[in-house]
Nanobody, 120 residues
Framework: QVQLVESGGGLVQPGGSLRLSCAAS????????LGWYRQAPGKQRELVAT???????DYADSVKGRFTISRDNAKNTVYLQMNSLKPEDTAVYYCNANLKLLSGPPKMYWGQGTQVTASS
């Protein structure tokens, strides 16, 4: 079994910063692309940022220059540093991982989500 455990969400004033973490555990052989998605009330889940196994990154236009995705392969962990937060960044943030386990082909897994609220 695989678990993706997220942490770091919370309430912050506009202009503030938060750092999300997502740690993967289980019978993992390889971790390929890691990503963060978010879903605001009444909206579809959207891509925030991804990072490949080689370290290449991609960002939604709405967060470019403010958010930074990174990974620590030794810890099976992905991070999302969020600066200059805006009220429109308020959403549940989900970690996503493309993993290869001891058996079976690579599959996508999701974390349980962590709430981020930017409000005064």
């Amino acid at each position: 079994q695989v678990q993706l455990v997220e942490s770091g969400g919370g309430l912050v004033q506009p202009g503030g910063s938060l750092r999300l973490s997502c740690a993967a555990s289980g019978s993992i052989i390889s971790i390929y692309t890691l990503g963060w998605y978010r879903q605001a009330p009444g909206k579809q889940r959207e891509l925030v940022a991804t990072i490949s196994s080689g370290g290449s990154t991609d960002y939604a236009d709405s967060v470019k220059g403010r958010f930074t995705i990174s990974r620590d392969n030794a810890k099976n962990t992905v991070y999302l540093q969020m600066n200059s937060l805006k009220p429109e960044d308020t959403a549940v943030y989900y970690c996503n991982a493309n993993l290869k386990l001891l058996s079976g082909p690579p599959k996508m897994y999701w974390g349980q989500g962590t709430q981020v609220t930017a409000s005064s």
